[in-house]
């Protein structure tokens, strides 16, 4: 019964539904043996007994039949001086007593009495029919007694009969009660392991019904994939309306940038109206980047990206620091890169670039002038980590808090608008990356990326 | 310089992506025609390699899609042996230049060149400003035979610069065609402004640089 009992006490360890219905199954057989154990012996004795009682009152009425004064007499006096007869047979199983009672004696007229009678010295219990009778003024008590020990062993065989054949019964039943509901569960089992498990989007869902014999699941498989393509509709119309957004907002975006940028070249503008149509340009551009981040992220999170090329983290941030080489000159910045872990996952390269990008370029953004970059990776515990600390200005737990949100500044008057560790964050989400944060106001900031273990 | 690869073949992409990547382009790659649509919405591009087969669709589609919207871009459609009426079904709806499959991804690389040379009105492979001579093809700058040690970023800002010339050309279109598609918001692009001194102090050794403008708080300019 452990299991049981862990399933009472550790919530976190639950059973199989086949297991909690077997052993279910077997509980309630095995109460029925108890119950049976108990019962059973009362029952037998029962009707035992009334057998018994039956062939007592017939022996006693052969016996009454037949007799008269002189045969009394014979019993009682012919035997011996004493007021009793007895007879018994051979093996003493049964015995007949014929005795005189006293006059003042009252007794009930027929009773069955259990009781230990002891013949030639051998003590047995016996079930004893009493007979008390009047025969010419005078009273008798007639005793026949049936030898109650082959009942007794009769009981005991049929509780020992009864123990084995149950047993038997429930280890079998019990078997069989497993694997009939372990096949009555497979198709359940199969609609998790190919449909649910699977199921990152509803374009690679296996719509194909899984066979059953049990209406339940085939409803549930229905219902299922009845769910699987309203959310299937839901994710085009999502697809359908971000394309729509980037090409419909994109287009006029374009168009305006191209005016203003041929606006420019006008020789007879004055400064003033220069600085205003760059000033514009600049607004437009930062539109259109968020825009383009905000389009990102939703396409990330409509699984949008593959993630299916083998990527090797120390070589993207092996490129992005060439690519970045004139940041970090522009703010004096020293970069140790150490890493140098021959590591590759399975991701988008995509989408890795630009994670690693937005962390070293938050690095160099929110640095000090003369500031420092560190990169390095290793194993951990069997997997993969890297981590990019700065020498920058930091941040406190409150801001800690929000980093990953939407629109959430670091500071106010960095330029930014608070999307690039959103993305980060998304990115690191679709691909089962652990991020973790540490931070000192003033004394910078450590982002370490725990990457998921590659079994294959 | 920005390149739109419109490829349904994955390996094919890759090789031209990597190809052109390795002589200075930034390039991009669309596998069908809605993602094409939709990159050449949202980033601006100086030249498109176009195949027509595409899983969604025809690649006159795109064509006819980026022409409506006067863009400038070039294109070069890319196109199997034999399909005449395709090449100048293309030319006729705007492409700028064919290659036919199988095709040497140098030949693309000097087409590609051309093309972008011919949209800015240069006729010969080496663009001459002011005595300095820029040779496009194998990325070196000379004035009077005497060669200057560019980086490949003041290159390609001179060469930019160059091919726009006479226009006013913002940091924020530098940042775009050299440093490519950065999602990062207001990226004060001062770096561009280092480059750029990097390369006038370079120049600057060999002729006097009026032609070279700086135009206050928007960007540079090339008189030729």
């Given at each position: 019964?452990?299991?049981?009992?862990t399933?009472?006490?550790?919530s976190?360890?639950?059973?199989?539904?086949?297991?909690?219905?077997?052993?279910?199954?077997?509980?309630?057989?095995?109460?029925i043996?108890?119950?049976?154990?108990?019962?059973?012996?009362?029952?037998?004795?029962?009707?035992?007994y009334?057998h018994?009682?039956?062939?007592?009152l017939?022996?006693?009425?052969?016996?009454?039949?037949h007799?008269?004064?002189?045969?009394?007499?014979?019993?009682?006096?012919?035997?011996?001086?004493?007021?009793?007869?007895?007879?018994?047979?051979m093996?003493?199983?049964?015995?007949?007593q014929?005795?005189?009672?006293?006059e003042?004696?009252?007794?009930?007229?027929?009773?069955?009495?259990?009781?230990?009678?002891?013949?030639?010295d051998?003590?047995?219990?016996?079930?004893?029919?009493?007979y008390?009778?009047?025969?010419?003024d005078?009273?008798?008590?007639?005793?026949?007694g049936?030898?109650l020990?082959?009942?007794?062993?009769?009981?005991f065989?049929?509780?020992?009969?009864?123990?084995?054949?149950f047993?038997?019964?429930?280890?079998?039943?019990?078997?069989?009660d497993?694997?009939?509901?372990?096949y009555?569960?497979?198709?359940?089992?199969?609609?998790?392991?190919?449909?649910?498990?699977?199921?990152?989007?509803?374009?690679?869902?296996?719509?194909?019904?899984?066979?059953?014999?049990?209406?339940?699941?085939e409803?549930l498989?229905?219902?299922?994939?009845?769910?699987?393509?309203?959310?299937?509709?839901?994710?085009?119309?999502?697809?359908?309306?971000i394309?729509?957004?980037?090409?419909?907002?994109m287009?006029?975006i374009?168009?305006?940038?191209?005016r203003?940028?041929?606006?420019?070249?006008?020789?007879?503008?004055?400064?003033?109206?220069?600085d205003?149509?760059?000033?514009?340009?600049?607004?437009?551009?930062?539109?259109?980047?968020?825009?383009?981040n905000?389009?990102?992220?939703?396409?990330?999170?409509?699984?949008?990206?593959?993630?299916?090329?083998?990527?090797?983290?120390?070589?993207?941030?092996?490129d992005?620091?060439?690519?970045?080489?004139?940041?970090?000159?522009?703010?004096?910045i020293?970069?140790?890169n150490?890493a140098?872990?021959d590591?590759?996952?399975?991701?988008n390269?995509?989408?890795?670039?630009?994670?690693?990008?937005n962390?070293?370029v938050?690095?160099?953004?929110?640095?000090?002038?003369?500031?420092?970059i560190?990169?390095?990776?290793?194993?951990?515990d069997?997997?993969?980590?890297?981590?990019?600390?700065?020498?920058?200005?930091?941040?406190?737990?409150?801001?800690?808090?929000?980093?990953?949100e939407?629109?959430?500044?670091?500071?106010?008057d960095?330029?930014?608008?608070?999307l690039?560790?959103?993305?980060?964050?998304?990115?690191?989400?679709?691909?089962?990356?652990i991020?973790?944060?540490?931070?000192?106001?003033?004394?910078?900031?450590?982002?370490?990326?725990?990457?998921?273990s590659?079994?294959? | 310089?920005?390149?739109?690869?419109?490829?349904d073949?994955?390996e094919?992409?890759?090789?031209?992506?990597?190809?052109?990547s390795?002589?200075g382009y930034?390039?991009?790659?669309?596998?069908?025609?809605?993602?094409?649509?939709?990159?050449?919405?949202?980033?601006?591009?100086?030249?498109?390699?176009?195949?027509?087969g595409?899983?969604?669709?025809?690649?006159f589609?795109?064509?006819k899609?980026?022409?409506?919207?006067?863009?400038?871009?070039?294109?070069?459609?890319?196109?199997?042996?034999?399909?005449?009426?395709?090449?100048?079904?293309?030319?006729?709806l705007?492409?700028?230049?064919?290659l036919?499959?199988?095709?040497?991804?140098t030949?693309?690389?000097?087409?590609l060149?051309?093309?972008?040379?011919?949209?800015?009105?240069?006729?010969?492979?080496?663009?001459?400003?002011?005595?300095?001579?820029?040779?496009?093809?194998?990325?070196?700058?000379?004035?009077?035979?005497?060669?200057?040690?560019?980086?490949?970023?003041?290159?390609?800002?001179?060469?930019y610069?160059?091919?726009?010339?006479?226009?006013?050309?913002?940091?924020?279109?530098?940042?775009?065609?050299?440093?490519?598609?950065?999602?990062?918001?207001?990226?004060?692009?001062?770096?561009?402004?280092?480059?750029?001194?990097?390369?006038?102090?370079?120049?600057?050794?060999?002729?006097?640089?009026?032609?070279?403008?700086?135009?206050?708080?928007?960007?540079?300019?090339?008189?030729?």
């Amino acid at each position: 019964m452990k299991p049981l009992e862990t399933l009472a006490t550790e919530s976190t360890c639950k059973m199989k539904i086949k297991h909690q219905l077997s052993i279910f199954n077997a509980l309630t057989r095995l109460l029925i043996i108890v119950v049976l154990w108990f019962v059973l012996p009362m029952l037998i004795q029962n009707v035992v007994y009334k057998h018994i009682n039956k062939s007592l009152l017939e022996k006693k009425q052969k016996f009454i039949q037949h007799l008269d004064k002189e045969e009394i007499n014979d019993y009682i006096v012919g035997n011996d001086s004493s007021d009793t007869y007895a007879s018994y047979s051979m093996l003493h199983n049964s015995f007949l007593q014929l005795s005189r009672l006293p006059e003042n004696q009252v007794m009930k007229k027929t009773a069955f009495v259990n009781e230990p009678r002891i013949i030639e010295d051998e003590t047995n219990e016996y079930r004893i029919l009493q007979y008390a009778f009047v025969y010419e003024d005078s009273k008798y008590l007639l005793e026949i007694g049936s030898s109650l020990n082959e009942i007794k062993d009769l009981t005991f065989i049929i509780k020992a009969f009864i123990i084995i054949l149950f047993g038997v019964v429930i280890i079998l039943t019990f078997i069989v009660d497993t694997f009939y509901i372990e096949y009555l569960l497979k198709p359940f089992y199969k609609i998790i392991n190919t449909k649910i498990r699977n199921a990152n989007d509803p374009d690679s869902f296996d719509y194909t019904p899984v066979a059953s014999h049990t209406a339940d699941f085939e409803e549930l498989d229905t219902v299922l994939n009845q769910m699987m393509k309203r959310i299937g509709e839901v994710f085009k119309n999502e697809k359908q309306f971000i394309a729509n957004v980037s090409h419909e907002l994109m287009t006029p975006i374009s168009l305006l940038k191209n005016r203003l940028e041929n606006l420019l070249q006008n020789e007879s503008l004055d400064d003033n109206a220069v600085d205003k149509i760059a000033a514009s340009l600049r607004t437009l551009d930062m539109l259109k980047k968020i825009i383009n981040n905000l389009l990102l992220i939703s396409k990330i999170e409509n699984n949008q990206y593959a993630a299916n090329e083998k990527v090797a983290v120390a070589d993207v941030i092996r490129d992005l620091i060439i690519d970045l080489e004139d940041r970090f000159e522009e703010k004096n910045i020293t970069l140790f890169n150490k890493a140098s872990t021959d590591f590759e996952f399975t991701a988008n390269q995509t989408l890795i670039h630009i994670l690693l990008y937005n962390l070293i370029v938050n690095a160099i953004k929110y640095n000090h002038i003369g500031g420092s970059i560190a990169i390095l990776d290793g194993i951990e515990d069997r997997n993969y980590f890297i981590e990019i600390s700065d020498s920058g200005i930091g941040m406190n737990e409150n801001q800690l808090l929000h980093i990953f949100e939407r629109f959430s500044r670091i500071s106010t008057d960095q330029d930014g608008q608070g999307l690039g560790l959103a993305i980060v964050h998304t990115i690191a989400n679709f691909h089962n990356i652990i991020i973790l944060v540490t931070s000192k106001a003033e004394t910078g900031t450590t982002f370490k990326l725990l990457f998921p273990s590659e079994l294959k | 310089m920005n390149i739109l690869i419109v490829e349904d073949h994955p390996e094919l992409a890759q090789e031209i992506v990597d190809y052109l990547s390795k002589n200075g382009y930034l390039c991009k790659w669309a596998k069908d025609c809605e993602t094409a649509l939709e990159e050449l919405s949202v980033n601006s591009f100086d030249a498109m390699l176009l195949d027509l087969g595409l899983p969604d669709g025809s690649g006159f589609d795109v064509l006819k899609g980026i022409r409506k919207k006067q863009s400038d871009i070039a294109v070069v459609i890319i196109t199997a042996r034999g399909e005449l009426d395709d090449r100048i079904n293309g030319l006729q709806l705007g492409a700028d230049d064919y290659l036919t499959k199988p095709f040497a991804l140098t030949e693309l690389g000097a087409r590609l060149q051309a093309i972008i040379r011919r949209m800015h009105g240069f006729a010969a492979n080496v663009l001459d400003i002011h005595g300095f001579k820029l040779q496009l093809q194998d990325y070196k700058v000379s004035f009077n035979e005497n060669p200057i040690a560019l980086t490949k970023k003041e290159f390609d800002i001179f060469r930019y610069l160059a091919l726009n010339k006479n226009r006013v050309i913002t940091r924020l279109q530098l940042t775009e065609h050299i440093w490519g598609d950065i999602l990062e918001i207001n990226s004060d692009s001062n770096f561009i402004d280092v480059h750029v001194r990097n390369l006038r102090k370079k120049l600057d050794k060999f002729a006097t640089l009026e032609w070279f403008e700086t135009v206050r708080n928007v960007g540079y300019r090339i008189n030729l």
